[in-house]
């Protein structure tokens, strides 16, 4: 079965620079969300999209942007990196983006790594 | 305010011994639903059940059972006859059914080892 797809999976960076991550959702899943998760911690939920408009948001700083597309994969635009973004990036999705109700699967993750 | 507490951070066990994982749970709404993720050493997040709040029902896997009690805001999930495939950390996490919110809370977590 198709599984979400996440790009790159690992990335490394310097600190003030530009990231753009990005997600396949599973096919015929119209919802996306990015989830952060710093070393041993648990994922925090960044942001979430459904048809392309945003549908909940977290704590997600003012330097990174998301959008999800027409095809319905999403972009994480990170900018003015820091060191404490280095952590472990979660695309999720899910199909019918009802409140609460659908089961998220999620992507691999890209690792950010920023220097 | 919704919350997940694993209580407990790592486990270590020994092959073909029984674990229970702890989850406990806070939310105010009456319609919620709960999971359990597995992730390995590869970093992946899988998931492994989804229980919604109006049924109480156990449910068994293979190796794996989750007792889910309402009364007690607990999700426990149970390992049966370990093996050393299923080291890993495991999340419990909670999402409420508020119209706009689609987020999961996790559980900080607990990392389960198990030797051969």
């Known amino acids: 079965a198709a599984g979400v797809i996440q790009s790159p999976r690992h990335l490394i960076k310097e600190k003030r620079e530009t990231a753009t991550l990005k997600c396949y959702p599973i096919?015929?899943?119209?919802?996306v969300y990015w989830y952060q998760q710093g070393p041993g911690q648990d994922p925090q939920f960044l942001i979430s999209?459904?048809?392309?408009?945003?549908?909940d948001k977290g704590s997600i700083p003012d330097r990174f942007s998301a959008q999800q597309f027409s095809d319905y994969h999403s972009e994480l635009n990170m900018s003015s990196l820091e060191l404490g973004d280095s952590a472990l990036y979660f695309c999720?999705?899910?199909?019918?983006?009802?409140?609460?109700?659908?089961?998220?699967?999620f992507g691999p993750g890209t690792r950010l790594t920023v220097l | 305010a919704q919350k997940v507490t694993q209580a407990q951070t790592e486990i270590s066990v020994v092959e073909k011994e029984d674990v229970t994982l702890d989850c406990v749970y806070e939310?105010?709404?009456?319609?919620?639903?709960l999971f359990w993720y597995k992730q390995p050493p590869s970093g992946e997040l899988v998931f492994l059940i989804r229980?919604?709040?109006?049924?109480?029902q156990n449910e068994i896997s293979g190796r794996y059972s989750w007792n889910f009690q309402k009364s007690t805001s607990s999700f426990n999930f149970t390992i049966t006859a370990s093996q050393v495939v299923d080291s890993a950390v495991y999340f419990c996490?909670?999402?409420?059914?508020?119209?706009?919110?689609?987020?999961?809370?996790f559980g900080t977590g607990t990392r389960l080892k198990v030797l051969a």
């Open positions: 229980r919604n709040s109006f049924d109480e």
């Open positions: 096919p015929r899943h119209d919802t």
């Open positions: 999720a999705s899910s199909r019918s983006g009802g409140a609460g109700t659908d089961t998220q699967y």
């Open positions: 999209f459904y048809e392309k408009m945003q549908s």
């Open positions: 996490a909670l999402s409420e059914a508020t119209p706009g919110t689609y987020k999961y809370i």
């Open positions: 939310t105010r709404d009456t319609t919620y639903y």
